[in-house]
């Protein structure tokens, strides 16, 4: 089969990887000139003059990431080299917070929260009471159920050092209206997936290295076609038993790769000349996508300068005290995950203020909660439709628009929040079902 993939994001990608494996002719189109989608590389310059490679946002893995890192180590990108592993840490400056330890579950989250620091017993054992009684009920809940909804007894303490930074990091929703539902899928599988699902995994070299521009290799090798910097214009529905059209070339299959909004678009005009049978399945799809809300993240890069030892912080990763004028929940060392020294990211995840803003209270924080009253900014990326609102009881798209038309990516419909894992999901299952239909 001739299949066309419309996106070379992390989804896009990963449909292509499969449909390439299961003999199909694929060729991937991508507006940009770069491949990786919201998680990619870019350039911008060092308070030098000189060239610096930062990522659009800070993008962690976890080691329940299974797909994930499956196709990493297809396209051959040494997982070792690419990614810091470390257990679970979500460690403050003064030194409370949960760190876990490199045990099977649930060892690790029992001795993790019996040895966290800045809890009493009595919030440790609350907090040991809750997590088994979300595994006695099978990490489900009422579908309306709110985070917040299923967290509300627990101490304040508990909410504002764990809950909260959880949920955010996870769903980029705060808890109070994020979905109770999804944040239990994640915490099922990081935490009761297996040894070692619940690690963080830090990226060590940039975002185009991690996963994408192999995968585009990968493709380029196997015979696929990957074009860059060509948008699709239009997308034609087939009429009289023809192929589906991309911009006038015929295709046997075709799968939304874009973002939400895109696919919507070229949905809609497909719909506009669409036989009258499909017009309704098309703008139903079409409705659906562009009902979706959206949460920012903000990124500011800021230097420093370090110390001899070559580190401003402890650990790679901190967790951060965050309020409305306070915004970044995480900070990273990227010189301790092969970028320069004195480099730090600071994440403001569900991020509401404008850049210049935003920057300037990342910098207080750094002074107040860190000490580092020299930082100079260095670039603030703004991620305004970094991902959807993980809402309770949200209807997102389905993967199946019609039949020989699929839509990939972290919006569409599944049981986790936008991440990456579920970007690659949704192109693995998206080109399962392009398999599919061959027989």
Not at 41 to 59: S, W
Not at 222 to 234: F, S
């Amino acid at each position: 089969m001739n299949v066309a993939i419309i996106g070379a994001g992390w989804a896009g990608l990963a449909a292509a990887i499969a449909a390439t494996q299961a003999g199909h002719q694929t060729t991937v189109f991508e507006a940009a000139r770069s491949v990786g989608g919201r998680a990619r590389a870019l350039t911008a310059p060092h308070a030098d003059g000189t060239p610096l490679v930062l990522d659009n946002g800070q993008h962690i893995l976890i080691g329940a990431y299974t797909e994930s890192l499956r196709l990493m180590r297809l396209v051959g990108v040494d997982i070792a080299a690419a990614l810091l592993r470390q257990p679970l840490v979500l460690r403050f400056p003064d030194g409370s917070g949960l760190q876990l330890p490199d045990l099977p579950p649930p060892w690790d989250a029992l001795l993790g929260i019996v040895r966290a620091r800045g809890w009493s017993w009595r919030e440790r054992i609350a907090l040991l009471r809750t997590a088994h009684a979300w595994q006695r009920a099978g990490f489900t809940c009422a579908p309306h159920d709110t985070v917040a909804t299923l967290c509300g007894h627990l101490p304040q303490r508990l909410l504002d050092g764990f809950v909260d930074p959880l949920c955010v990091a996870a769903l980029n929703t705060p808890a109070h209206a994020a979905s109770g539902q999804v944040f239990l899928r994640v915490l099922q599988d990081s935490l009761f997936s297996g040894r070692g699902g619940s690690h963080l995994l830090l990226p060590r070299v940039d975002l185009g290295t991690l996963f994408p521009e192999a995968a585009a290799a990968w493709l380029v090798r196997q015979g696929a076609l990957v074009r860059t910097g060509e948008r699709v214009q239009a997308l034609t529905p087939p009429t009289d038993g023809q192929a589906w059209r991309v911009d006038g070339t015929a295709f046997d299959a075709v799968v939304l790769a874009t973002s939400s909004t895109e696919a919507a678009r070229l949905v809609s005009h497909s719909a506009q000349t669409a036989p009258y049978s499909m017009t309704v399945a098309l703008c139903d799809w079409a409705a659906s996508a562009q009902a979706l809300r959206f949460r920012a993240i903000s990124t500011v890069y800021a230097q420093g300068t370090p110390p001899a030892q070559g580190r401003l912080l402890p650990e790679p990763m901190m967790a951060l005290h965050s309020s409305a004028e306070q915004p970044a929940q995480f900070v990273f060392d990227r010189g301790q995950l092969g970028g320069p020294p004195g480099l730090l990211a600071f994440v403001a995840s569900d991020s509401q203020g404008e850049r210049t803003q935003t920057a300037q209270q990342v910098l207080q924080q750094a002074r107040t909660q860190l000490g580092l009253p020299d930082l100079q900014v260095v670039q603030t990326v703004v991620e305004k439709r970094a991902t959807f609102a993980c809402t309770p009881s949200l209807r997102r798209p389905g993967n199946r628009v019609l039949s020989g038309l699929w839509a990939a990516g972290d919006y569409t419909e599944g049981p986790y929040p936008a991440t990456l894992e579920g970007a690659i999901r949704s192109g693995l299952h998206a080109a399962q079902q392009i398999t599919g239909l061959r027989h």
